[in-house]
């Protein structure tokens, strides 16, 4: 009934917060009961093959296990309206529906992207950039959506710069939002940013004349 940030007001000093993730990779092939030393330099054709193959199917299936078990893809939607309806209307007393659902869907549909909290409360018709923030925060409060910062040695250019956003779940993106076959890239660029996040990594983009994802 609580979120992770709530947790320090009601149990100050109490408590020991342990982020869980849904399954990577890795996890994924133990679920699957796949005996493979993905760490070993040198694979055979099969193997690569084999994990080639895997890879895909994860890519696909995303790393909720409820889902891996059931292979209902109604869980997804379920999943994303209750966390969108209960986690952040509900909790937050919103009442444009409209916008925050809009939002959501045009996350889900640009993973990986740059967005500008200016140029998103024109899209989604709301007064204030502060309003777009404070939804964002809503979104990676419930473990649905990240933001990160450009990088910059200028702690103030950091905040106020545009932000790259990524999503907690490859299936979770595929099903709620607008994807194509074009977006592979990006799909695995959301696959890496939730592994360094699982391993507790601080993550930015870099880009000034070049890019770095």
């Known amino acids: 009934s609580m979120l992770s940030k709530e947790l320090g007001t009601h149990l100050t000093g109490r ?3 342990i982020e869980l993730y849904p399954f990577s990779f890795k996890e994924f092939l133990s679920f699957k009961k796949v005996d493979f030393n993905i760490n070993k330099k040198n694979f055979n054709t099969l193997e690569k093959a084999q994990i080639n193959q895997l890879f895909d199917e994860f890519v696909e299936t995303g790393g909720f296990p409820e889902y891996l ?15 969108l309806y209960r986690d952040i209307m509900v909790r937050y007393k919103i009442t444009k529906e409209k916008s925050i659902k809009e939002l959501g869907f045009y996350l889900a549909s640009n993973i ?6 200016n140029k998103l ?4 018709g709301l007064g204030s950039s502060n ?11 419930s473990f649905l959506s990240f933001f990160i910062n450009k990088y910059d040695y200028s702690l103030k250019k950091q905040i106020y710069s545009n932000k790259k956003h990524y999503f907690i779940d490859q299936a979770l993106v595929k099903n709620i939002g607008f994807t194509s076959s074009e977006n592979k890239g990006s799909i695995l660029e959301n696959i890496v940013f939730i592994e360094l996040k699982r391993r507790g990594a601080d993550i930015y983009f870099h880009k000034d004349k070049k890019e770095c994802d």
């Open 69 to 83: 078990f059931n292979q209902n893809r109604e869980f997804f939607h379920f999943l994303y309206n209750d966390i």
């Open 112 to 117: 990986g992207q740059e967005i500008s909290y």
């Open 15 to 17: 408590y020991i917060g």
């Open 121 to 124: 409360k024109n899209m989604l």
């Open 131 to 141: 309003t777009v923030m404070e939804y964002c925060n809503y979104l990676e409060n």
